[in-house]
C-alpha cells in the first residue's frame, strides 16, 4: 500500500476559454498537514472541487487508499471520509446551528410507517461535535445569531463532525480573529495527532509555515512542485508562485510627473469616525500609492473625493478650478474616475453584455440624431478596447460575468478610458486577479501615467504599492499620516506610518 | 447530459407558456367557432391594453421595483376619459357644461394627468427612497380615493360615437385597439433597446449601486419610468372605457396583478435587469388565450378566477425556483 | 462557467442588496428544490382540477 491516503494525477480541467488545470497532482499522507499554495486562479480550489466531484475531471485520476475512486459529490465524498470547508460560507442563518452541522445528512428515526428527523438525536451529537472543537455554543441556537467569525469555526465544525479522514481546509482563517485562529490550529494539532491528512488552501505566508508539514505550489493550473515546509522561506514561495523573479514583478515605468494639478485640501467626512481634515496633491503623470491598514478609510475618502460618500469639509481643486462633487457624475463629468474596490458590488453590472458595460458612462458619444444609439460605433469602441487592453472573451454580448476577474477589470478600465479622464482613483485593482492578468493591468497602468495622467492607487499589497508608485501617501485611523517617495519606501517606513495612530 | 439539461430547463422556463398552448389546442378541437376570425378579434382587442399596462409595469418590474397603483390609474384615466367624452346630448353627463371635446385631446389630457401621479410614485421612490412595494400600494388607495371622490361612485356611460368608434372600428381587419397596441410595442421596443434610458433602466436593474458609480442618474430614470407607465395606464384607461362602454370606480381593480404575472411569464424576471418587449407580449397572451378557454369550456367565473390566481401562484413558484436555483 | 480568480457559487447578498420581493424569496432559502417542486405540481393538478370541475358544471353536468 503506497505511504499515500490520497493522490491527485494528471488532473486536467478546461472551461470554455480557459485551462483551469493543466496536469495538476497532488500526495497527501496520513496525519500531515498539507499546505496548497498560489496564486488566485491558480486552480487551488478546482482541484479541490474536482476530487469532491463538484466538478467533472476531463483528464486525470483520484487515488484513495490505494484504490482510484470517482467521487460522484460532496455527500459521497463525506461518506467516504473527506469532509472540506469552504472559503466562502452557506450557511442557513435561519435554522439551528445543530440543523446547519447536519443539513443534508439529517439522523432520522421511523415514527410508525414515516421517517422524520431525529432531533433530540442530532442535537445530542452537534452538542459533542461542538465540545470537540471548544466551541461552547448552544446547538439549538439560530446560526444566524452568531458572528461570521464564529460561523466559520461552526463550518469547521461541521467538517470535523463528520469523522473525517481527509479534510481540506479552504481560506479557513480568513474571518477569524487571532484568537479563534488559535483555537482553529489547537484543532489541527488534533487532527494531525488522530492520523487526518490535511489540506490547508492559504494564502498566508506565516500560518502556512507554522502549521503545515509540507507545501504544493499551483501556479496557472501546473503543478509546480512539493517542499518540506522547514526548508522554506516566504521569497522562495512568492517566486514560485509568481513564476517571475521578484525584480521582473513590475513593469518598467516611463512616466515623468509633471506639475501638480489635482489638489485635495481638509477633506473631512460627515462621519466623525471616518476620514479627516485630508490633504493631498497629484502630479500630472504621476501615480501614488495609497497604503494603510485595514479601516485606515482609505477607501473612504476616495469614494467622498469621488461623490459617493458625503463629505462635511473640504476642498477639491483641478488645474487650479473649484470642483463641486455630490455625486459619481459630478465626479465624471468633470474627468475623474474611479475603479471600485469590489468590482462585483459597485464595479460590473453582471447581468449585462460587456459591450454595454464598457458603454455605459459615455453613451452620450454615441447617438443617432440624439436619441438613438449608435449599435455600430460602439461595438468599434468595445473591439478597439479588447485589442488595445488584450481582453479576452468570445464575443462583445458575452455577460460581463462570465469573464474572469482581470478581464473584467480591464472591461471596466475600458469604461472609463472612453471618457477620457484625467485623474484616475484605482482602489484594489488586482484584488482577486490571476497573475498573468495582474501584470497586464501594472502594465496599463504604467502607460496610463505615461500619458499624463494622475493616478491614485489604493493598495494593501507592499510589495505593489512599492513596485508602482512614484510616492507613498500612507493613511492611518482617517488621518493622512504622511508622504514617503517612491524610490525610499520600503515595508518598515511605510508600516510606521500606517500605524501611527493618535 | 447536455440534451437532457436543456430538454428539462426549457420546461422549467417555459412551462405555462406550454401548458396554455396544450390547452388551448385541446379546447380548439373540442370546440366550435374557438379557431374562429371573430374569437381571434375578441383575442386582440382584450390583448391590446392589457399589453399597454404590462409594458408600462415592465420598466418598474426591471428595475427591481413594482407598481401595485397600475390598476387602479388604470380605472382613474377611464373614467377620467368617460367624463370628458360622454355625449353632449347624454341626460346623465357627469359634467354638463363641458364642450364636444375631440377625443385625442381628451386622451393627451388623461394621459398628461396620469403622469402626474406617475411623478408622484418616481419622486416617493427615487429621492425618498421608499420601496416601490409601499409606495406604490399607498398610491393604489389614494388613487381609488380620487376616482371615488371625482365620480361620486356613479358608474358612467353614454360615449359620444367617435370614442366608442376607437374600441370597434378597424383599418381593414385591424382593430384601432391592436394599432394602439402595435405603437405602443415599438416605442417601448425602441426605448428600451436603442436608447440611453433603456441602457440606464437595464443598468440599474442588474446592480443599482454599480449603475450610480458608473455615472448613471438614477433618480432621473426611475422617475421617468414611472411616469411613462402611468402614461401608459392612462392611455390604457382610455381604450378600456372606450370597449367596455361605460366606467366606474371599479374599472381596472386588481389588473396589475394579471400585468405583472404576465411578465413575469414572459421572462421579465423579478430579479431585475432582464426583460424583453415580445416577451411581455406572449405573457399577456398567455393570460387572455386562458380567459377564452375557460369562456369556452364554460367554466363558471369563479373558477375562472381561481384558475387564474392558480395561473399567477404557478408563476411566481416558477420564478422563486429559478431564483433559489441560480444562487 | 468558471473564471481564473477565486469564485465559487454567488456569496449570500447582504440583506441591503435585496427589493421587497427578493427578501420574500430569500425567506424560502432552507426549502430543498424538491418541496417547490412539488409545491408547483401540486398546484398545476388544482388548476387542472378547477378547469375541468368549473367545465363539468357549466355544461350542466355537475
Given at each position: 500500500m503506497s505511504e499515500y491516503r490520497l493522490e491527485m494525477r494528471g488532473v486536467v480541467k478546461t472551461f470554455p476559454g480557459v485551462k483551469a488545470l493543466d496536469h495538476a497532482q497532488l500526495q497527501l499522507r496520513p496525519g500531515t498537514v498539507h499546505a496548497l499554495m498560489g496564486e488566485n486562479g491558480a486552480g487551488k480550489s478546482t482541484l479541490m472541487k474536482c476530487m469532491f466531484g463538484i466538478y467533472h475531471m476531463d483528464e486525470g485520476e483520484v487515488i484513495y487508499e490505494g484504490e482510484p475512486v470517482e467521487i460522484k459529490g460532496p455527500l459521497d465524498a463525506l461518506n467516504r471520509g473527506i469532509a472540506m470547508v469552504h472559503q466562502e460560507l452557506q450557511p442557513i442563518p435561519e435554522r439551528s446551528i445543530g440543523e446547519n452541522i447536519y443539513v443534508g445528512r439529517y439522523p432520522t428515526k421511523k415514527v410508525g410507517p414515516i421517517t422524520v428527523i431525529d432531533h433530540e438525536k442530532m442535537y445530542e451529537s452537534a452538542a459533542k461535535v461542538l465540545e470537540e472543537v471548544h466551541l461552547n455554543y448552544d446547538p439549538k441556537a439560530k446560526l444566524g445569531s452568531l458572528s461570521v467569525s464564529q460561523m466559520q469555526l461552526v463550518e469547521i465544525?461541521?467538517?470535523?463532525?463528520?469523522?473525517?479522514?481527509?479534510?481540506?481546509?479552504?481560506?479557513?482563517?480568513?474571518?477569524?480573529?487571532?484568537?479563534?485562529?488559535?483555537?482553529?490550529?489547537?484543532?489541527?494539532?488534533?487532527?494531525?495527532?488522530?492520523?487526518?491528512?490535511?489540506?490547508?488552501?492559504?494564502?498566508?505566508?506565516?500560518e502556512i509555515l507554522r502549521i503545515s508539514d509540507e507545501v504544493t505550489i499551483m501556479r496557472d493550473g501546473q503543478y509546480i512542485g512539493t517542499w518540506a515546509s522547514k526548508e522554506l522561506t516566504t521569497d522562495f514561495i512568492i517566486t514560485k508562485m509568481v513564476g517571475r523573479e521578484l525584480s521582473n514583478l513590475y513593469p518598467p515605468r516611463e512616466n515623468v510627473p509633471g506639475e501638480v494639478v489635482f489638489e485635495v485640501e481638509d477633506f473631512t467626512s460627515i462621519n466623525p469616525k471616518s476620514f479627516r481634515h485630508a490633504s493631498f496633491s497629484v502630479r500630472k503623470g504621476e501615480i501614488l500609492g495609497v497604503a494603510g491598514l485595514v479601516g485606515a478609510q482609505r477607501t473612504e475618502l476616495m469614494e467622498g473625493l469621488f461623490g459617493l460618500r458625503c463629505h462635511a469639509a473640504g476642498k477639491i481643486t483641478y488645474k487650479g478650478q473649484e470642483l463641486k462633487i455630490n455625486q459619481p457624475r459630478d465626479a465624471i463629468n468633470n474627468g475623474i474616475a474611479m475603479l471600485t474596490e469590489d468590482r462585483r458590488a459597485t464595479g460590473i453590472l453582471g447581468v449585462l453584455s460587456i459591450a454595454d458595460n464598457v458603454s455605459i458612462s459615455s453613451l452620450n458619444k454615441y447617438l443617432i440624431g440624439g436619441i438613438m444609439l449608435d449599435d455600430k460605433k460602439i461595438e468599434q469602441l468595445v473591439q478597439d478596447n479588447v485589442a488595445k487592453l488584450s481582453i479576452k472573451t468570445p464575443s462583445s454580448k458575452t455577460l460581463i460575468q462570465s469573464l474572469s476577474g482581470g478581464n473584467q477589470q480591464k472591461v471596466l478600465i475600458s469604461r472609463w478610458l472612453a471618457n477620457d479622464p484625467d485623474v484616475f482613483i484605482l482602489d484594489e485593482p488586482t484584488r482577486g486577479i490571476d497573475v498573468g492578468a495582474k501584470y497586464e493591468i501594472y502594465c496599463i497602468i504604467a502607460e496610463l501615467a505615461k500619458q499624463g495622467k494622475s493616478i491614485i492607487m489604493i493598495s494593501s499589497e507592499m510589495s505593489e504599492l512599492i513596485g508602482m508608485s512614484d510616492r507613498i501617501m500612507v493613511m492611518c485611523d482617517g488621518r493622512v499620516t504622511g508622504f514617503i517617495d517612491g524610490k525610499d519606501a520600503n515595508q518598515e517606513n511605510i508600516m510606521a506610518l500606517a500605524t501611527q495612530f493618535e | 447530459?447536455?440534451?437532457?439539461?436543456?430538454?428539462?430547463?426549457?420546461?422549467?422556463?417555459?412551462?405555462?407558456?406550454?401548458?396554455?398552448?396544450?390547452?388551448?389546442?385541446?379546447?380548439?378541437?373540442?370546440?366550435?367557432?374557438?379557431?374562429?376570425?371573430?374569437?381571434?378579434?375578441?383575442?386582440?382587442?382584450?390583448?391590446?391594453?392589457?399589453?399597454?399596462?404590462?409594458?408600462?409595469?415592465?420598466?418598474?418590474?426591471?428595475?427591481?421595483?413594482?407598481?401595485?397603483?397600475?390598476?387602479?390609474?388604470?380605472?382613474?384615466?377611464?373614467?377620467?376619459?368617460?367624463?370628458?367624452?360622454?355625449?353632449?346630448?347624454?341626460?346623465?353627463?357627469?359634467?354638463?357644461?363641458?364642450?364636444?371635446?375631440?377625443?385625442?385631446?381628451?386622451?393627451?389630457?388623461?394621459?398628461?394627468?396620469?403622469?402626474?401621479?406617475?411623478?408622484?410614485?418616481?419622486?416617493?421612490?427615487?429621492?425618498?427612497?421608499?420601496?416601490?412595494?409601499?409606495?406604490?400600494?399607498?398610491?393604489?388607495?389614494?388613487?381609488?380615493?380620487?376616482?371615488?371622490?371625482?365620480?361620486?361612485?356613479?358608474?358612467?356611460?353614454?360615449?359620444?360615437?367617435?370614442?366608442?368608434?376607437?374600441?370597434?372600428?378597424?383599418?381593414g381587419p385591424i382593430p384601432y385597439l391592436a394599432i394602439f397596441a402595435l405603437i405602443v410595442g415599438l416605442f417601448m421596443w425602441f426605448l428600451y433597446n436603442k436608447t440611453r434610458?433603456?441602457?440606464?433602466?437595464?443598468?440599474?436593474?442588474?446592480?443599482?449601486?454599480?449603475?450610480?458609480?458608473?455615472?448613471?442618474?438614477?433618480?432621473?430614470?426611475?422617475?421617468?419610468?414611472?411616469?411613462?407607465?402611468?402614461?401608459?395606464?392612462?392611455?390604457?384607461?382610455?381604450?378600456?372605457?372606450?370597449?367596455?362602454?361605460?366606467?366606474?370606480?371599479?374599472?381596472?381593480?386588481?389588473?396589475?396583478?394579471?400585468?405583472?404575472?404576465?411578465?413575469?411569464?414572459?421572462?421579465?424576471?423579478?430579479?431585475g435587469g432582464v426583460g424583453k418587449v415580445p416577451g411581455i407580449l406572449v405573457g399577456v397572451l398567455v393570460f387572455e388565450i386562458l380567459k377564452i378557454c375557460l369562456q369556452f369550456l364554460r367554466v363558471d367565473p369563479a373558477y375562472t378566477f381561481i384558475a387564474q390566481g392558480l395561473v399567477i401562484i404557478v408563476a411566481v413558484a416558477l420564478d422563486l425556483r429559478k431564483y433559489l436555483a441560480k444562487k | 462557467m468558471e473564471q481564473n480568480d477565486k469564485k465559487t457559487p454567488a456569496p449570500r447578498r447582504d440583506p441591503s442588496q435585496l427589493n421587497a420581493i427578493e427578501k420574500f424569496y430569500e425567506k424560502f432559502r432552507g426549502i430543498p428544490l424538491k418541496y417547490i417542486d412539488i409545491f408547483i405540481i401540486v398546484c398545476l393538478v388544482a388548476l387542472a382540477a378547477v378547469v375541468l370541475i368549473g367545465s363539468l358544471k357549466g355544461f350542466g353536468v355537475l
Open positions: 465544525a461541521k467538517a470535523v463532525s463528520a469523522d473525517c479522514k481527509v479534510l481540506i481546509l479552504d481560506e479557513p482563517t480568513s474571518s477569524l480573529t487571532a484568537a479563534e485562529v488559535e483555537a482553529l490550529f489547537t484543532i489541527v494539532d488534533e487532527l494531525r495527532a488522530k492520523g487526518v491528512s490535511i489540506v490547508y488552501i492559504s494564502h498566508k505566508m506565516d | 447530459m447536455e440534451k437532457k439539461f436543456d430538454i428539462k430547463k426549457f420546461l422549467s422556463n417555459n412551462a405555462i407558456i406550454i401548458l396554455i398552448a396544450i390547452l388551448a389546442l385541446a379546447v380548439g378541437f373540442s370546440t366550435q367557432n374557438f379557431f374562429s376570425a371573430n374569437n381571434l378579434k375578441n383575442l386582440i382587442a382584450n390583448v391590446s391594453p392589457r399589453f399597454i399596462i404590462a409594458c408600462g409595469v415592465s420598466g418598474c418590474l426591471i428595475t427591481k421595483g413594482t407598481d401595485l397603483s397600475a390598476g387602479r390609474q388604470v380605472g382613474l384615466a377611464a373614467c377620467l376619459s368617460a367624463m370628458l367624452l360622454q355625449s353632449v346630448d347624454y341626460a346623465a353627463r357627469m359634467i354638463p357644461g363641458l364642450p364636444d371635446i375631440p377625443w385625442f385631446l381628451a386622451l393627451l389630457i388623461v394621459m398628461a394627468v396620469m403622469a402626474c401621479f406617475g411623478a408622484i410614485n418616481g419622486c416617493v421612490i427615487a429621492y425618498l427612497k421608499v420601496p416601490p412595494f409601499i409606495a406604490t400600494l399607498g398610491m393604489q388607495t389614494i388613487v381609488y380615493g380620487l376616482c371615488s371622490v371625482i365620480t361620486g361612485n356613479q358608474p358612467m356611460g353614454g360615449f359620444k360615437p367617435s370614442y366608442s368608434n376607437v374600441a370597434l372600428g378597424a383599418i434610458h433603456g441602457k440606464y433602466m437595464y443598468a440599474i436593474g442588474g446592480n443599482e449601486n454599480a449603475a450610480q458609480v458608473a455615472g448613471v442618474n438614477v433618480t432621473a430614470t426611475l422617475i421617468r419610468i414611472y411616469v411613462l407607465a402611468a402614461v401608459l395606464y392612462g392611455l390604457a384607461g382610455f381604450l378600456v372605457g372606450a370597449k367596455a362602454g361605460g366606467a366606474s370606480t371599479a374599472t381596472g381593480f386588481g389588473y396589475e396583478l394579471e400585468a405583472i404575472a404576465a411578465c413575469t411569464i414572459g421572462g421579465v424576471s423579478t430579479n | -
